[in-house]
């Protein structure tokens, strides 16, 4: 029972870089969601996607661009890396009857 | 806009006490609120949640939480304490009727460390 699988878990990137990181979900969820995470400020919504073909930004989407390739995919893109996108970035999905939201396990991301 | 508060960056308590930890929210709507676990460079658990009906909602591992509305309230509570316990827990909510149509949104605290000790 894989719930929500991320990759890669971790990566180190150098400024100006391009790099995406791929979720994938296997309960069905309509919705998906990219958030990072920081010390001292909990988790950000990055970007959300309520259904397959449709994605909308949240909190802090500048730097970032989403795909919602299919149902089960939702991958988040790095166009040209800087040191503020250090952070552990964080896939969830959510089912349209529910209102639970489940996590993935974690990327962490280093920009140096 | 949506918002939680987590006012305690972290908690000690004593093995076998009761433990609690805060959680304050804002909403313009009804709220759906929940807690979240985070061990060690794992990812978010879920604990329980508050929809609709008893303000005593009991989730997860013996933990509960009690929604209070007049106080804008979701504290995290447990009887006794384990020193597995100890991780970062996070409170969110979700505005189901927000005029800014946040319903499909989940803010979350910004977290606090509860250190379980013997």
């Known amino acids: 029972n894989a719930g929500v699988t991320q990759t890669p878990k971790f990566q180190v990137l150098k400024t100006g870089q391009s790099m995406t990181l791929q979720c994938a979900q296997d309960m069905n969820h309509n919705s998906m969601y990219w958030y990072r995470q920081d010390p001292g400020m909990g988790l950000r919504l990055i970007y959300y996607s309520a259904s397959e073909g449709t994605t909308d930004k949240g909190e802090v989407p500048n730097g970032y661009n989403v795909s919602r390739l299919n149902k089960r995919e939702f991958s988040l893109r790095l166009e040209s890396a800087a040191p503020s996108q250090t952070s552990v970035y964080f896939c969830a999905s959510r089912g349209s009857s529910g209102n639970t939201i489940y996590f993935g396990e974690g990327s962490w991301l280093t920009v140096v | 806009a949506q918002s939680v508060a987590q006012p305690e960056d972290q908690v000690n308590v004593a093995e076998g006490n009761p433990l609690t930890v805060k959680c304050t929210y804002s909403?313009?709507?009804?709220?759906?609120l929940f807690w979240y676990v985070q061990y060690p460079n794992r990812g978010l658990q879920f604990l329980l949640k508050?929809?609709?009906?008893?303000?005593l909602v009991k989730g997860s591992y013996g933990f509960e939480a009690e929604f209070n509305k007049s106080q804008t309230s979701f504290h995290l509570k447990k009887p006794s304490a384990l020193v597995s316990d100890s991780a970062l827990y996070f409170c969110a909510v979700r505005d189901i009727g927000g005029v800014t149509g946040g319903g499909n949104k989940l803010t979350f605290g910004t977290g606090t460390q509860l250190k379980v000790e013997l």
């Open positions: 909403v313009s709507g009804n709220p759906y």
């Open positions: 508050y929809i609709t009906g008893d303000n």
